[in-house]
């Protein structure tokens, strides 16, 4: 069984960096908000789903399928936040009331993904121009190899965004005190709008790498949700290199856990995991980014 | 919200119209009406807890799930009578809610939304893999009908009597412990828990019972299910249950005393009206309850008492 | 026009709590204002009614003649009023350099070269913060934080600067060195509005104040007029004359 294992580090990696990628989605829109996005698989979900469309029925190269894909995401993130989020923001609602109305979006996603797209599991090929890897024993195929390569690529420009330009440090400054932002001549509902955009664009880039590798499924986006929560809990709400880690860490211990007990009590093994996190550090294991004073929910 | 005469008087009425509903509708009205009343227990459980405390679980329809199978497991495989299988469902279910809730509901109100989503994922899966136990997909057919010493519910009308009783009793006793120095408790958490943590109310431990409460509820609602259908299957409290029960409280109200009976009321009977949009059904309910949200936040309940002030 | 803020009859309520019930002010070029009361007179929702942060129920709020009124909060700094919040309140996990530069956030339009000639700007204004640049502004003292945060506001190039309780929290000396930069400022023609609870400061510093009591303008007048009223005036604010504030 041991050698196994640097098969299991390998795909764990891989499933990692997308757990990565999408808690820090969460973690964005956390910070600027307070809010949880119970809907950020779907995000990711949506990103395969509409490539795979666009590429499979209408007949798009994968490129452009893959572009529209994530266009497409963004509006509907951003759609989202408009319809959804804003007015209850402008109305001064109290936090369980956004998280009451992003689990409807949570299920009315899905369904339309369903109803528009189909029920069933659905990919598009491998993007090539990558190579097949082999290191040692194991193989690194080229879209694995992608799913690295994207998410260093994410990272790094994030990291540049937020710490290099004034719009990235606005949304920070969001953050960081709302009231003191908006003095600054900050727009507030503006960066709220930006979080939520971004979350959608970290998702679907998310989604579409990783695609090729599993397929995709409408009902896919609550375990995407629920592993990238876990990942933002061990890396800190908002902590970029944080988020990787844990999700890093979350994918190893699935692939482990799938392997030598099974693929329903892997899932188990996690959230018996990210349970016992929270109660010993509520806070992540890395500080989140900032500590923020919200209303205790 | 707080007892008012009026609320006597809608009990009465409740009663009233819950015992007459079946001489005026059909057989399949009243199987319908019946399971609105096991989601109205549970929706009045969920409303203590999310009303009141501002907390929200998602997990409920696992402790639904846990009621039915354990109510379904001692009366199909170790011959319990219902009535002992149904107390020990409660209670089991409810000890599993401490487990979980006391660590959690130390912490951050968000968190425990993610960990009872997360618990309840797991709960449905276990219950279609564990095959030993929960019978797998195929689930524990063969479940007795509902029986106290004396008397067995044998029939769908003794059922739907026997299940708003019990919806009554339970509404009424969430009357009571609104009304009680607990519930006043409960509501000044909800208002300003930290101007409660200063009076003197033990803010964590109420968070923790409320939770256990409702998580009985559910349990309670399961248990009835399982015996009304005489079947136990997993899928049947999946993730969509959660949605409708969502919904009930949304569109019924939220922190109201009679939104949970009334939304259960409505969306039973919209859930059954959808004809051939069955397939749309998840899809409705979402809308419905993210609609509520919008531009109905106190739900059909709070509105009317708004407008009754006027 | 020599009048850089009007306030006429404004009024702000939180709920059914009446917090100002009718203000009238106004501010000259180059003033130094200042508005002494007890807690919960009104003074912060009178800074926050004008720094947008909070909605004005009724009245009316020019700046340069132009209605403010009911402008959107982040829309106020590019209108010229900017405010030095309650206790600094800079951006602790940003560096003091970045502080600076968000405080010219609405001036994102100009060139690069102008925000960073304005950040060398304040740091010779506040010399100290000149050796702490490139630190997190969560590591600065008291004091350094009020300059940053005085600093920050002053980036956006305001017509109006607003105060909330400066001094809180800072050694009297440290202050002084704040105050006396202030001075200069607003001798080079920046109009201010101090909030202050430490009506001696306030006297020291400014030209004239107002007086509030619940919600209201009890007296106004120039420093020497106020402090001849001296232990009558303190009674009113603070313990007022039988009725609770």
């Known amino acids: 069984m041991m050698d196994l294992l640097p098969v299991l580090l390998v795909n764990g990696v891989v499933f990692g960096a997308i757990y990565g990628i999408n808690a820090i989605g969460l973690g964005i829109v956390y910070n600027t908000t307070g809010i949880i996005n119970f809907a950020q698989g779907d995000f990711v979900m949506l990103g395969g789903m509409t490539a795979a469309y666009f590429y499979g029925v209408a007949g798009f190269p994968l490129p452009l399928a893959i572009i529209c894909a994530i266009v497409a995401t963004v509006v509907i993130g951003l759609l989202i936040e408009r319809i959804v989020i804003r007015p209850l923001w402008r109305r001064g609602a109290k936090d369980w009331t956004y998280v009451f109305m992003l689990f409807a979006v949570a299920t009315v996603l899905p369904n339309l993904a369903m109803l528009g797209i189909g029920r069933d599991p659905l990919t598009f090929p491998s993007f090539g121009g990558l190579p097949t890897l082999q290191l040692g024993t194991i193989t690194l195929s080229s879209q694995a190899l992608w799913v690295l390569v994207v998410t260093v690529v994410v990272v790094v420009a994030l990291q540049g965004f937020f710490g290099r330009t004034l719009l990235g440090k606005a949304m920070k400054a969001t953050a960081i005190n709302r009231r003191v932002a908006g003095w600054m001549g900050i727009p507030v509902e503006r960066m709220v709008a930006m979080s939520f955009g971004l979350a959608a664009l970290l998702g679907a880039i998310g989604g579409v790498v990783f695609t090729p590798l599993i397929s995709t499924q409408y009902d896919a986006g609550v375990a995407m949700t629920l592993n990238g929560f876990a990942a933002a809990i061990i890396g800190g709400m908002g902590n970029i290199r944080g988020a990787i880690v844990g999700g890093l860490v979350i994918g190893v211990l699935q692939s482990i856990s799938t392997a030598f007990i099974s693929s329903v009590y892997g899932d188990a093994v996690i959230y018996g995991v990210l349970f016992v996190l929270l109660i010993i550090w509520p806070a992540g294991f890395f500080r989140p980014l900032i500590e923020l004073q919200h209303e205790e929910i | 919200m707080s007892w008012r005469p009026t609320n006597t008087m809608g009990v009465v009425a409740l009663t009233a119209i819950a015992t007459a509903f079946p001489l005026f509708g059909s057989a399949s009205a009243v199987t319908v009406m019946a399971l609105g009343g096991l989601y109205a227990i549970v929706a009045i459980g969920l409303n203590l807890l999310v009303g009141y405390t501002g907390k929200i679980s998602f997990g409920h329809n696992a402790f639904m799930a846990m009621g039915a199978y354990t109510s379904g497991i001692l009366t199909v495989r170790y011959d319990w009578s219902p009535l002992s299988a149904m107390i020990a469902a409660a209670a089991s279910t409810g000890l599993v809610a401490l487990v979980i809730g006391a660590p959690i509901l130390r912490v951050r109100g968000h968190y425990l939304a993610m960990i009872t989503l997360a618990f309840s994922q797991v709960v449905i899966l276990v219950s ?109 409290f999946d993730l969509s249950v959660m949605i409708q029960l969502m919904a009930i409280l949304v569109v019924g109200g939220i922190g109201t005393l009679w939104g949970p009976v009334v939304g259960a009321v409505l969306l039973i009977w919209v859930s059954q009206n959808l004809g051939s949009y069955a397939e749309y059904s998840q899809l409705i309910f979402g809308l419905l309850y993210g609609g509520a949200l919008l531009f109905l936040p106190g739900g059909v309940v709070g509105e009317i008492a708004a407008r009754l002030k006027r | 026009m020599n009048v850089v803020l009007e306030v006429r009859d404004l009024k702000v309520s939180y709920g059914q709590i009446e917090a100002l019930k009718g203000i009238s002010m106004r501010i000259e070029r180059g003033e130094f204002v200042g508005v002494i009361g007890a807690n919960g007179a009104g003074k912060t929702s009178l800074l ?141 023609g920046l109009a201010c509005l101090m909030v202050e609870q430490d009506a001696h400061v306030t006297l020291e510093t400014t030209s004239r104040s107002y007086v509030f009591r619940t919600g209201q303008i009890i007296t106004e007048g120039t420093s020497s007029e106020l402090r001849k009223a001296g232990l009558d005036l303190v009674e009113e604010i603070y313990l007022g004359s039988g009725e609770s504030s």
């Open chain 3, 48 to 188: 926050m009614a004008l720094s947008g942060a909070v909605r004005a129920k009724g009245g009316r709020v020019t700046l340069d003649d132009r209605d403010v009124t009911h402008l959107p909060q982040h829309l106020r700094v590019s209108n010229g009023i900017a405010i030095v919040p309650e206790g600094r309140q800079v951006f602790g996990p940003l560096t003091v350099m970045e502080n600076l530069e968000l405080g010219g956030f609405h001036r994102r339009g100009a060139s690069r070269a102008e925000i960073v000639r304005d950040q060398e700007a304040m740091l010779d204004l506040f010399p100290i913060l000149r050796r702490r640049a490139r630190q997190l502004a969560a590591t600065l003292s008291g004091g350094e934080q009020q300059m940053l945060a005085i600093g920050r506001a002053l980036m956006s190039r305001p017509r109006l600067l607003l105060l909330d309780e400066p001094s809180f929290g800072l050694a009297p000396m440290v202050f002084e060195e704040i105050l006396a930069t202030l001075r200069r400022l607003h001798a080079e």
């Open chain 2, 128 to 236: 279609t893999r564990w095959t030993e136990v929960t019978g797998g997909l195929l689930g524990i057919p063969g479940v007795p009908d509902f029986a106290i010493p004396g008397f067995s519910f044998d029939t769908k009308l003794k059922m739907y009597y026997l299940i708003w009783g019990i919806t009554i009793v339970l509404l009424l006793f969430s009357f009571r412990i609104v009304d009680s120095r607990f519930g006043r408790a409960l509501r000044a958490l909800g208002a300003h828990e930290t101007a409660a943590g200063a009076l003197g109310v033990n803010v964590v431990r109420s968070r923790i019972q409320i939770f256990v409460l409702s998580a009985i509820y559910a349990a309670l609602a399961g248990s009835l299910y399982a015996h009304f259908l005489n079947y136990v299957n997993g899928t049947f």
